[in-house]
């Protein structure tokens, strides 16, 4: 069952995902980064890029989610261009994934 919840988890995000780029106007060649950090990566993320899109998991399901998210990138209106956090994501304090545009530098 945990699986199907993170399919449908997955599936929202990515819906969340396309319709912030279609309200904040993303070309085509502009595209989302995808990390999976913690509340303070979260918070330092948001100070610096708008918009922001992130979801809180459970730890042991972020990496399911995380590689999801990047499978349905085909499915986004604009795509994900680099994913940061693979690499660490066993880490327990990992409770978030944030999708952001480097382009996109709060002001």
Partial sequence: ???KS?????????YDLNNCAAEFGFKPEEGWELSAVSDSGKIDLEKRY??????KVLPEVLSELFRLVKDQSANLR????NSIGAASLPDQSLQYLVAYNPGRLLR
């Fill in 1 to 3: 069952m945990k699986n």
């Fill in 6 to 14: 993170t399919d449908h988890q997955a599936m929202v995000y990515v």
């Fill in 50 to 55: 708008y918009p922001t899109v992130s979801v």
């Fill in 78 to 81: 604009s795509g994900i261009k």
